[in-house]
């Protein structure tokens, strides 16, 4: 297991914004699924949060970016 294969560097890592506006230091959302365990129907769904060091077996490079 490489260690730049772990979550901060996949393409499914968003960083974690908090209800303030604030990013939350060394977490972030995964967006590999939909939102999960809707606790009651008028609520929303959560996002996975992780580690920016987790990895999974879903790891995505994001696509290199083109030079303008
Ligand atoms: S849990 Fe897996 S899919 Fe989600 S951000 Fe981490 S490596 Fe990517």
Same mark, same amino acid.
């Given at each position: 297991m490489s260690d730049k294969n772990v979550c901060r560097e996949c393409a499914f890592y968003e960083d974690h914004v908090a209800n303030d506006g604030s990013v939350t230091q060394n977490a972030g959302l995964c967006r590999f699924n939909p939102p999960v *365990?809707?606790?009651? *129907?008028n609520s929303r769904g959560l996002w996975p949060v992780v580690a920016a060091e987790d990895w999974c077996g879903h790891f995505h490079a994001p696509a290199a970016s083109k030079a303008a």
């Amino acid at each position: 297991m490489s260690d730049k294969n772990v979550c901060r560097e996949c393409a499914f890592y968003e960083d974690h914004v908090a209800n303030d506006g604030s990013v939350t230091q060394n977490a972030g959302l995964c967006r590999f699924n939909p939102p999960v *365990s809707q606790p009651e *129907s008028n609520s929303r769904g959560l996002w996975p949060v992780v580690a920016a060091e987790d990895w999974c077996g879903h790891f995505h490079a994001p696509a290199a970016s083109k030079a303008a």
